[in-house]
């Protein structure tokens, strides 16, 4: 909460959120607050794009290749082994809005206006959402 009616909202996504979805979420987490604060639009004064990228480490691999030779019933092997490690670098959508709320259609000039109850039912329906 930065004043009455303007919040800063973030939304952290992880490695199978695309960056649409981190933006929807937040926007979806905006409009939440505004309805318990009883608001009803709200605008976006501002975005600041939180993504990171973090390497994971999903294990290691060892191949073995090498030449067996026997002699008799007993054999011998001549090999090498190699490790590769397997990191790797994962994006991770993340999204900081400024949002201002208005009861009825905000004052001035705006990109965007939305009205918080119609916008949670489309952000509900696209993602099939059901709270």
């Known amino acids: ?8 909202i973030g939304f ?3 490695a199978f959120t ?9 926007k979806l ?7 318990k ?7 976006i004064a501002g975005t600041l794009d939180k993504s990171r990228t973090e390497i994971i480490n999903s294990g290691s691999t060892t191949t073995t290749s090498g030449n067996v030779s026997s002699f008799g019933n007993t054999a011998y092997f001549s090999g090498t082994s190699t490790t590769t490690d397997n990191s790797m670098p994962v994006y991770k959508p993340g999204v900081e809005i400024g949002v201002l ?9 705006h990109l965007e206006i939305f009205h918080i109850e119609t916008f949670m039912a489309e ?3 696209k993602y099939n959402l059901k709270f």
């Open 37 to 43: 604060l009883g608001f009803t639009h709200f605008v």
């Open 101 to 109: 709320y208005s009861d009825g259609l905000p004052e001035g000039r």
């Open 123 to 125: 952000i509900k329906n």
């Open 1 to 8: 909460m930065v004043s009455e009616n303007a919040y800063i």
């Open 29 to 35: 987490r905006a409009a939440e607050i505004g309805s």
């Open 12 to 14: 952290s996504g992880n």
């Open 18 to 26: 695309d960056s649409q979805k981190a933006n929807d979420f937040a």
